[in-house]
């Protein structure tokens, strides 16, 4: 099991940037024989959530409060890709 962290520039959101890094990341960790790719998402990250959930990953949970920035607490959904 591995996990994904992807960042895009503002200048490049909504140009396909992110989705090609992430399908990129899939296909690595099925020719390396991982079992699963988790993603951890600020929840209210609704474009990640939607980008994931676009390539196949599903919500399997969410951990309460447990990021904080911008001097509040924030809840982090949990996505995840059988491979």
Known sequence: TVED???VHG???GTGVGRA???EIVAVARERGFHAVMAR???DHSA???LHAAVGFEHVGVEREVGR???RWLD???MQLLL
């Open 48 to 50: 990640s959530i939607r």
């Open 69 to 71: 920035k911008f001097g």
């Open 11 to 13: 200048d490049h959101r």
């Open 5 to 7: 962290s992807i960042y």
């Open 41 to 43: 998402i600020v929840a």
């Open 76 to 78: 982090v959904a949990v």
């Open 21 to 23: 890094l992430l399908e």
